[in-house]
């Protein structure tokens, strides 16, 4: 009896393993990406801090965002730099500067520009790069984060992406497909920033980190954090609602 | 025109209160900022620097009354004192003059000798927009250029680089119909309200994307010229590559000659952050001899965008750090005078919504063989946002 329960106990144990080694790397990152921006689409609030030993400043925005080839992201403070907007698709990337009552057209290579001086970069926010269609995925092993068993994940760009990384090791809960860590090397192979996704709670009808942090490597007491404020998942929204003329009126 | 202005004062006045307590949202905005810039000049055949001081004020209100309606007013309240205002080279009269289109929009509250108080409305429009349809009555700023530095198609409101306290830039009085035909393609007709056909522009301008490009394409009438023009904005892998061209053909009585602008660049930022700007202008109105020192008096159009006839611009800024941003531009112009403009920047984000600027204008031409450096000024200024 006890050799049985014994065996119960190993099979169980066993069975999460079991189950996710039918999952392929990419299915892992597919299901961790449509819950992290929804099948069809998103939109939200959300405050950035940037934390610096002596300072900090804060930015919110509004964004949408249908799948990963449309978005929509308008800042709403600071006063300087409110009403900015900013337009994806596709390709390609205008920003409004409504006190100069002008749309630009950015080259391609200012999304790895820092955003607004944060840690992110302008790609994180506008999302030009998908973690699904951009990367060649690969499962490498699992690790515990914030007591939660994750997937290991290696995402290596593919040649003509519009990515700065040489890599990227993505950690993906096993349960509830959360990004809670992302670690983000340069071409050399040295660590550049970590992303740590924390204070889990149900946002949109679903359970997500709701605090992203972005922390330089070897930058002692500098971060980047976003606050989802508010959020939703699949609201009907059209292709066109991501056109120039939107992007000066949104409000 | 003062109860307008004293009606704008007092919704600032009610706004300041209200913003802190107001939860639901509201169908009007108020924003504005308040700076002071310090300016040190020295120009040439003057033993002594001149100082010059000026506090500026911009409030910028929106009504929304309706879903399909905007009413947008935008005022500047200018104090200008040092030794500008005490030498009469800015006086009340000329800030009346470049503030005004074909109404007075503007209040010269004080013209002393010794300093000089100027209201100006130089937005003041109300929108209609449904579906594609949006119609624009009144003050306005139409911004038809598509390239980064020159805009040979800003013909309406030129910009001038050097004039780097207004980014604004002054509005037209215009009617305005854009109708979209697309998420990236326009139909635009604007004209402006002038008292002679050689003080009016009208014209059209259709834009569309294809390719990953936008692409532009203007005719009309402007101040005394028949205008065809064009641009485009679009990327050369991941670089940014952009240009515009306009033909202004005179109507005949005037006797002057075809005039024709083009201006191209390319930008590119690197993994570092640093960007790199890199452009050139071509203005067959432009001379190959004079000095540096035109550039800030001679008259400015999309016609007559820089004093030289060609002029090459080169353009880097670096984030020092996330508070502060350095740049320098340089616009040098392979002509007989081989003028050189410079002009370093850097801006520090000081609190929340206060920013401090350190600007350069450097210049040095050949004059008579030798290099001479007809002026040079340097900027310190002060912002709050709110």
């Known amino acids: ?251 | 025109m003062k109860k307008l202005l004293s009606l704008f004062g007092i919704i600032w006045l009610i706004y300041l209160p209200v913003t802190s307590q107001e939860e639901k949202p509201r169908n009007w905005s108020l924003s504005g900022y308040v700076k002071n810039l310090q300016s040190v000049y020295s120009l040439q055949g003057l033993d002594q620097p001149l100082l010059d001081n000026l506090i500026h004020n911009r409030l910028n209100f929106r009504w929304y009354p309706h879903e399909h309606w905007t009413v947008r007013v935008e005022a500047r309240n200018r104090l200008f004192y040092g030794d500008f205002v005490q030498l009469n080279l800015i006086n009340g009269d000329q800030i009346e003059m470049g503030n005004n289109d074909r109404f007075d929009l503007s209040v010269l509250w004080i013209d002393k000798p010794s300093w000089v108080l100027n209201s100006t409305l130089d937005r003041a429009y109300v929108q209609y927009a449904k579906n594609s349809l949006e119609v624009r009555v009144g003050r306005q700023r139409i911004n038809w250029g598509i390239n980064t530095v020159w805009n040979p198609n800003d013909i309406f409101n030129a910009f001038s680089f050097t004039d780097f306290d207004y980014e604004e830039r002054p509005g037209s009085d215009a009617i305005l119909m854009r109708y979209y035909l697309g998420t990236a393609s326009s139909i635009e007709i604007a004209t402006n309200l002038g008292d002679t056909w050689d003080e009016r522009t009208t014209a059209m301008l259709f834009k569309w994307n294809a390719l990953q490009y936008d692409f532009q394409l203007l005719a009309g009438w402007a101040s005394g010229d028949y205008v065809f023009g064009g641009g485009w904005a679009g990327n050369i892998k991941t670089a940014g590559f952009k240009g515009e061209w306009s033909v202004f053909t005179p109507d005949g009585a005037g006797g002057t000659e075809t005039s024709f602008a083009l201006s191209s660049g390319i930008d590119y930022v690197f993994g570092s952050g640093i960007f790199l700007g890199l452009g050139y202008l071509y203005n067959s109105n432009g001379t190959t001899t004079g000095t540096l020192a035109t550039l800030f008096n001679f008259n400015l159009t999309a016609k007559n965008l820089y004093p030289f006839k060609h002029a090459i611009f080169l353009q880097t800024s670096y984030p020092l750090t996330s508070l502060i941003n350095t740049g320098i531009a340089w616009i040098y112009s392979p002509v007989e005078a081989q003028t050189l403009f410079v002009n370093p920047t850097v801006t520090v984000s000081v609190a929340q919504n206060w920013d401090l600027d350190l600007i350069g204008q450097l210049s040095w031409n050949k004059d008579q063989g030798k290099f001479i450096s007809p002026f040079s000024a340097g900027f310190l200024r002060i912002k709050f946002s709110f």
Not at chain 1, 150 to 176: F, M, S, T, Y
């Open chain 1, 1 to 251: 009896m006890k050799q049985l329960s014994y065996l119960i106990l190993i099979l169980l144990s066993l069975c999460p393993v079991l189950l996710v080694a039918q999952e392929t790397a990419i299915e892992i990152i597919q299901i961790a990406d449509d819950r992290a921006r929804g099948v069809e689409s998103s939109q939200g609030v959300m405050k950035m801090t940037i934390v610096r030993p002596t300072w900090q400043r804060e930015i919110t925005m509004k964004s949408w965002s249908m799948g990963s080839g449309y978005s929509l992201t308008l800042i709403t403070s600071p006063a300087r730099d409110k009403g900015t907007a900013f337009l994806k698709r596709e390709g390609e990337i205008w920003n409004w500067q409504p006190s100069i009552d002008r749309s630009i057209k950015l080259p391609p290579s200012m999304m790895m520009q820092s955003w607004m001086g944060s840690d992110f970069t302008n790609d994180d926010l506008v999302r030009e790069s998908s973690i699904v269609v951009d990367y060649e995925h690969k499962l490498i092993g699992e690790e515990e984060v914030e007591g939660l068993m994750c997937h290991v994940i290696e995402l290596i760009p593919k040649p003509e992406a519009p990515v700065v990384w040489g890599k990227v090791v993505a950690r993906i809960d096993k349960k509830d497909y959360l990004q809670l860590k992302t670690e983000f090397f340069d071409e050399d192979g040295f660590l550049v920033n970590t992303m740590l996704g924390k204070n889990i709670v149900e946002l949109g009808g679903r359970l997500l980190p709701s605090r992203m942090e972005m922390i330089p490597a070897e930058e002692e007491g500098k971060m980047t954090i976003i606050e989802q404020q508010e959020l939703l998942f699949d609201q009907p929204i059209k292709e066109s609602f991501f056109s120039i003329q939107n992007m000066k009126q949104v409000r």
